[in-house]
């Protein structure tokens, strides 16, 4: 009586396994640093961010903890609340009518965006006709006239 090889009679068992714990693990693996790199870089940044949040930090980091003194500077400023209602005027109509299904998300950014930028424009022309003797300057040459230029 002939046998035949085992490897052609039966699928070999230690190769499948193989394959499938490929299957489950290969994209796992290949997505792996992409994820790590997002944690670290975004999540990270937020985390080092919101610590020093709380630091007497300003334009370089001071590790000095001072708490929610920051934060109670911050909302007792008049400016800051006057930004918060800007914000929230050239914003919120586009999100309602994203939260409505009328516009898509990007289309309610473009459409704050367009709206900041008419605004400024307005200001412009209204500083422009109010100040008519002001010397307006060109932004490049504002080191320069202000002494600042090496």
Same mark, same amino acid.
């Not at 693990?25 to 992409?34: G, R």
């Given at each position: 009586?002939?046998?035949?090889?085992? %490897?052609? =009679? @039966?699928?070999?068992? %230690? &190769? $499948?396994r193989r394959s499938a714990l490929a299957e489950k $693990?290969?994209?796992? +693996?290949?997505?792996?640093?992409?994820l790590a790199?997002? +944690? *670290?870089?975004?999540y990270g940044f937020m985390? *080092? /961010?919101?610590?020093?949040?709380f /630091?007497? &930090? =300003?334009m370089m980091p @001071?590790?000095?903890f001072t708490g929610v003194a920051r934060y109670r500077d911050l909302f007792a400023n008049d400016v800051w609340w006057e930004s918060v209602w800007n914000l929230a005027w050239f914003t919120v109509p586009g999100l309602i009518r994203h939260i409505k299904g009328e516009i898509s998300l990007a289309e309610a950014a473009t459409i704050?965006?367009? %709206? =900041? @930028?008419h605004y400024a424009k307005r200001q412009f022309t209204w500083f422009r006709h109010q100040l008519p003797e002001f010397e $307006?300057? %060109?932004? &490049?040459?504002a080191p320069r006239r202000l002494g600042l230029a090496a």
């Open positions: 009586m002939a046998y035949a090889h085992p %490897d052609l =009679t @039966r699928p070999n068992m %230690d &190769s $499948w $693990w290969v994209p796992k +693996l290949v997505l792996a640093p992409s790199a997002s +944690l *670290v870089f975004v985390l *080092v /961010t919101g610590y020093l949040s /630091t007497a &930090s =300003t @001071r590790y000095t704050g965006a367009t %709206d =900041t @930028r $307006w300057v %060109d932004p &490049s040459e």
